[in-house]
């Protein structure tokens, strides 16, 4: 257990650019919620407390996450992210330490970034360290307002953003890490003087510069990483990625893929070497699939096992199904056991 590291995960907003009757963080990409995504990427910080702010639809999103060890703390009103935090603070009495902040909606967060922007708070000895990049468009960002040496000053949100500051490439990523003592301390001094009348989160960085404390910023390359999904494009576009790393983790294990793009392999399945896979295939809920076997396109298998050498002809659907070793099953084959 890291007892010197908490972390809060933000999951309380409604999400309204998904058009959606269901909470945002409980959109599913690649066969999970966002945000069970984004707790399994915590998983190996070993924080001592995680604690998931939630508000809009929080039974179901408990219920969601009963299998996690997380604390739950309640935004009774929806005031900004940074009143999202101060609703963490009695759920964390007790730690000390850095508190890492994340949102529940960035399915893409990968553990060793979170890991090593962990590590650069630390080698640095800073009071607030937060995630950056820099986007072709940022447009919905906030914007990383720095001097001319680079050096942090503030973030502006885009609808309090001057023309100037629009075209301000580098944006802020959601995600950061903040001492604890000062962290609950100056959220209790920042306003609502914005456009959305919102206790913002951001504010405690120009506070900090303000009082002349170490704020850094830990800037990535690695820019879909830190995805934000707020609207059913954008969840698309996670989708298609988290598809396409665990195709690249199987290929690499030598599974061959036609078309891997339009391929679709659960991270609870797999794949064993020299098996070929066509276009179009499905293959989820825990399904084991031989060597040398050909799952031929538009097949789909749900909780199946399959024996080396065997064919799964095209347009198959298979679910609690079992084919031996060597087998041939034929095309439009329909099986559910």
Do not use: W
């Not at 850094?216 to 934000?228: H, P, Q």
């Not at 195709?247 to 609870?268: A, C, H, Q, Y």
């Amino acid at each position: 257990m890291n007892q010197n590291l908490s972390i809060i995960i933000l999951a309380a907003g409604k999400g309204t650019r998904m058009k959606s009757q269901n909470a945002k963080v409980l959109h599913e990409v690649f066969y999970a919620p966002m945000i069970e995504h984004v707790l399994h990427a915590t998983i190996q910080l070993h924080a001592e407390k995680t604690v998931v702010v939630v508000g809009h639809q929080q039974e179901r999103v408990k219920n969601q996450l009963l299998s996690f060890e997380v604390i739950f703390a309640e935004q009774t009103e929806q005031l900004g992210t940074g009143h999202a935090v101060l609703s963490a603070e009695k759920a964390l009495e007790g730690v000390t330490g850095t508190i890492m902040i994340l949102c529940g909606d960035t399915p893409l967060i990968r553990p060793q970034m979170l890991e090593e922007l962990l590590e650069f708070h630390r080698l640095n000895n800073s009071h607030v360290t937060l995630l950056t990049t820099h986007l072709s468009d940022p447009t919905n960002y906030g914007r990383i307002i720095s001097d001319q040496t680079g050096n942090i000053l503030s973030i502006v949100e885009q609808k309090d953003a001057n023309d100037e500051q629009l075209r301000i490439s580098e944006i802020n990523a959601g995600i950061y890490c903040v001492d604890k003592q000062f962290l609950f301390s100056t959220l209790q001094e920042v306003g609502t003087n914005n456009s959305q009348g919102e206790v913002y989160l951001t504010d405690i960085v120009h506070l900090a510069v303000a009082k002349g404390l170490r704020v850094k910023k830990y800037t990535t390359s690695d820019t879909i990483d830190v995805l934000g999904v707020n609207s059913r494009l954008e969840l698309s576009l996670a989708q298609t990625e988290l598809q396409l790393r665990r195709n690249k983790e199987l290929m690499s294990n030598g599974v061959s893929m036609i078309n891997p793009e339009t391929i679709r392999v659960s991270k609870d399945s797999d794949i064993l070497a020299d098996s070929l896979i066509e276009a179009c295939v499905q293959i989820c809920q825990g399904s084991v699939i031989g060597r040398k076997t050909v799952v031929e396109t538009g097949a789909v298998l749900k909780h199946c096992r399959v024996g080396d050498g065997a064919i799964i002809g095209a347009h198959c659907y298979l679910v609690n199904t079992t084919v031996d070793k060597g087998e041939s099953v034929a095309p439009n084959t329909t099986c559910i056991a």
